[in-house]
């Protein structure tokens, strides 16, 4: 079983198109993420979540929203895309919100044509 | 401010050869170092990972140096193979961060 999904893995869109992405983990954790990697690989914190409530959210466009429904899943909504949006973006779960393993999804490759 | 500097960018090694690859840190109240593996197309995975009340940990042919007092830590990958090609990345969090600081990653290609 995958410890952490996301869905779909890949995503072709044109700007000023809506899309989501959503992100289950089975490992009972209590905190979930969303990082977004650049062209030139660079891994950076979107939002985080522990048990369903916003502890994070690292200055991100008011276009990207993120929804947790229940501390297993973790879904990201993107309004009114933009070129710049292009990026591969990973879904991530820790035990707690402490400093512990972060287990990552296999990643979503966004790109805005 | 980039709270985890990684070099090199890329490392080109022979196989069989040492790889290293270092950090360094600005936060004296970080107290958990990741050390992350990337295949093409796949999440980051955790490979090894240390806390800063030892100076050493290793895991059959990873180890990690860590050096306190110059807020510095590596990965060292012995006996390096073709299967160890991968992009690999540093992070540092704490307690209070809930969050990990990742450095820039570092492209490890390992030549037959």
């Known amino acids: 079983d995958t410890a952490v999904s996301q869905t779909p893995k890949y995503l072709v869109t044109q700007m000023g198109n809506d899309k989501s992405i959503k992100c289950e983990q089975n490992?009972?954790?209590?905190?979930m993420y969303w990082y977004k990697q650049d062209s030139k690989k660079f891994l950076k914190i979107m939002f985080s979540y522990n048990n369903k409530e916003l502890i994070i959210n690292e200055t991100v466009p008011n276009r990207f929203s993120p929804k947790s429904p229940d501390k297993a899943h973790l879904n990201l909504h993107i309004n009114s895309l933009e070129l710049g949006d292009s990026a591969v973006y990973f879904c991530a779960s820790t035990r707690t919100a402490m400093n512990t393993e972060a287990f990552f999804g296999q990643g979503t490759r966004l790109t805005v044509v | 401010q980039q709270q985890v500097k990684q070099s090199p960018q890329s490392l080109i090694v022979q196989k069989g050869g040492i790889s290293i690859i270092n950090c360094a840190y600005e936060n004296t109240a970080f107290d958990y170092f990741p050390w992350y593996q990337q295949f093409p197309g796949k999440g980051p995975a955790l490979l090894i990972a240390i806390r800063p009340d030892v100076s050493e940990k290793k895991e059959g042919r990873f180890t990690i140096s860590f050096n306190k007092s110059a807020k510095q830590f590596s990965l060292h990958i012995m006996d390096s193979q073709p299967g160890d090609s991968a992009t690999y990345f540093c992070a540092a969090t704490g307690s209070n961060f809930n969050k990990f600081y990742f450095g820039s990653g570092t492209k490890l290609n390992v030549k037959p």
């Open positions: 490992l009972g954790h209590d905190t």
